[in-house]
């Protein structure tokens, strides 16, 4: 049994009294339920399609049909069918297994596609490097003498696809070690640079060393925890949030009630927080929302770096290292705080400490206010917001992923990027040094012989957007500059140039601050008290695209990220922006293979896929932990309503 196998058995002991306690499902999309997990592998067990050797890649809710959805009411049957990845050695599966009825309704083996990376192959390959003597060899001439597997944290990289012949066909991770020899909790600060081996996770083996060159370890840097690295500084005075009378949302099973808004919230392994039939005053606003995928490439032509390009949903899974949040620091101390269930690679349902909270918090700004000097008079209403939070950590890492509603119908979406950078070793502490100049061409020196290498953030969201029904259009609002007659005193303005877009080529878009426009999606049948259809637009922050060759490797497998807005009519088997197999992908699935069929997007079901992105451009204050950088985009109502919603607001 492998370490992880056995480090799994103890969760079976506390998952099976938990299984015993769960209630059933309330909703039809509802999480899976620990004892679901159970009986989804036992299915699978009796009918043959799974084994003891079975590695179960994802185990998550096969949500029910949505015209199904929006017509169940409370007391209906609910429908509970789960749907499996597994695999048996190289060989790849998808399954739908009915739990009602306790039959496999489909299964079908997957070709040419590698799954998601498992948490016991993670321990698999740091065995695999740390065993094998050429690894050993390489290390010892680094000065690593007796050979002790416990001082290094030895990383397993999704690998990339590049198209090496030696490497087709097999499923192989890019593994690279870690000095931890004085380290405290940082475990990232000394990286035994241009040591890489490629394993081979079905022979059990290591396929390739590539040994670079010999770059001096680099010393203690980044232990946060120590105050005499960085001494601190005198405490501020306490800042207290009480809630006398309690919070203002309350619960009803899976769905939270705050104000007008009610919605349905979820953790999903793959995706995270998963937002689904939010409503503001009992009118629909969005089906669902969440994170669809994210891609971290990095800019480095090293051997030991080129093919760093991460998909941390699709490769590793969002939602399965969401961690336990900690009251007063990760959310306030009066936030709720949800558990979840997962299921492991062995299938094996645990359940999850407090990794999604949901709390209120003022804006310190208002959220409407006016000074009238003709009268001396003031009116306003304070603001506040509800917050649904996740954090993941993958790897070095920390996605600060929140879903905030106003009172004003909006609902914004915030990632913020913390965490630790991941550093290359460099022989230069300082910029004077001979070799800083050529070391510093793809980073910044960021700490003496460390230098973070330049990378990109591109998160995929997508939003199934139903404004007030399913049947809805797409509408472009450019923003044109008007020259004016030769006798008017202003030579210019500028005014609105509405255009419906009827097919998906037509709402590929990106930002352009020199041709400005706003994205909205508007009813087809209801209308506000003027006149105009109802409708939610997009409001945007600051963004990129990405600057690599559309030949690169990396930009191929991650097309979803060539334009900030994609458009295309509902399908429940459209959910993951860059395929539904990312890890070592050829590229060109996902969105550019299903809008490359140019579908009708006008009248229909429509889901909005907004790319957020930016470049990071490393420097010292990201050493030795990164500040907090948040991203938002948002969903605003645009003649969604008669008049302001704020106005309701009691003083």
């Not at 429908?79 to 695999?87: C, G, I, K, Y």
């Not at 009378?245 to 899976?254: E, I, W």
């Not at 979803?560 to 458009?567: K, T």
């Amino acid at each position: 049994m492998s370490s992880y196998r056995k480090a799994c058995a103890v969760f079976v002991g506390a998952s099976l009294a938990f299984i015993a306690a769960v209630a059933a499902a309330e909703h039809p999309l509802d999480s899976l339920r620990a004892h679901e997990y159970t009986r989804a592998t036992e299915i699978l067990r009796a009918v043959g399609h799974a084994t003891d050797a079975t590695l179960y890649v994802t185990i998550r809710l096969d949500e029910p049909a949505k015209d199904d959805v929006l017509a169940w009411r409370e007391g209906d049957t609910i429908d509970r069918v789960a749907h499996v990845t597994l695999r048996e050695s190289a060989d790849l599966f998808e399954a739908r297994v009915d739990l009602n009825a306790g039959e496999v309704l489909d299964f079908e083996a997957i070709d040419d596609a590698q799954s998601g990376i498992l948490l016991s192959e993670w321990t698999l390959a740091q065995e695999i490097v740390k065993s094998d003597p050429d690894f050993q060899a390489a290390l010892a001439k680094r000065g690593y003498t007796p050979f002790d597997p416990d001082q290094f944290n030895c990383l397993p990289l999704s690998p990339g696809y590049f198209a090496e012949e030696e490497f087709e066909g097999k499923r192989i991770l890019r593994v690279q070690c870690l000095d931890l020899e004085g380290t405290r909790h940082h475990v990232y600060q000394r990286p035994i640079e241009g040591l890489t081996a490629v394993v081979d996770l079905l022979a059990n083996e290591v396929l390739q060393i590539v040994d670079e060159d010999v770059i001096p370890t680099p010393g203690i840097s980044g232990n946060y925890d120590e105050e005499s690295l960085q001494p601190y500084r005198d405490p501020m005075n306490p800042i207290a949030i009480s809630l006398p009378r309690g919070p203002s949302y309350t619960f009803d099973g899976s769905f939270v009630e705050w104000g007008p808004w009610r919605f349905h919230m979820r953790m999903d392994r793959r995706r995270g927080i998963v937002v689904s039939l939010a409503t503001f005053d009992d009118r629909s606003v969005l089906y669902q929302a969440s994170l669809s995928e994210m891609w971290v490439p990095y800019q480095d032509p090293a051997y030991g770096w080129f093919f760093k390009s991460y998909f941390d949903a699709g490769e590793y899974g969002f939602g399965l290292f969401g961690t336990e949040l900690h009251a007063g620091i990760d959310c306030p101390a009066h936030a709720d705080f949800y558990d979840q269930t997962l299921a492991v690679d062995d299938g094996v349902p645990y359940p999850t400490s407090k990794v999604m909270c949901l709390f209120e918090r003022p804006t310190m700004t208002p959220v409407w206010r006016h000074a009238e000097g003709a009268d001396g008079s003031h009116a306003g209403r304070a603001g506040r917001e509800l917050v649904a939070r996740m954090i993941s950590a993958i790897g070095n890492y920390d996605y600060v992923f929140d879903f905030i509603f106003k009172p004003t119908g909006a609902m914004t979406v915030s990632i913020g990027s913390t965490g630790i950078d991941i550093v290359k070793g460099a022989k230069a502490a300082h910029l004077d040094d001979d070799s800083a100049a050529d070391e510093t061409r793809f980073g910044a020196l960021i700490a003496p012989n460390l230098v973070g290498v330049y990378h990109d953030h591109f998160f995929s969201l997508r939003f199934d957007l139903d404004v007030d029904g399913t049947e809805n259009h797409f509408v472009r609002d450019r923003i044109v500059p008007r020259d004016l007659a030769d006798d008017h005193v202003r030579r210019s303005i500028w005014a609105v140039e509405s255009t419906r877009v009827r097919t998906e080529a037509g709402a590929q878009l990106d930002i352009d601050m020199r041709a400005p426009e706003q994205w909205r999606v508007e009813s087809t049948n209801a209308r506000n008290a003027m006149g105009y259809p109802t409708g939610y637009a997009l409001q945007v922050s600051s963004n990129a695209l990405p600057l690599l060759s559309k030949d690169d490797y990396p930009l191929r497998r991650a097309g979803f990220a060539e334009h900030h807005l994609w458009v295309t009519p509902y399908s429940p088997e459209e959910l993951f922006s860059a395929g539904d197999y990312p890890n070592q992908s050829k590229g060109g699935d996902g969105l550019p293979a299903w809008t490359a069929r140019n579908r009708s997007i006008e009248g229909t079901d429509l889901v909005l896929w907004y790319t957020l992105g930016f470049h990071h451009l490393t420097a010292a204050e990201d050493w030795p932990v990164l500040p907090t950088h948040p991203k938002t985009v948002t969903l605003k109502p645009h003649n969604f309503f008669d008049r302001s919603q704020v106005i309701n607001l009691a003083p």
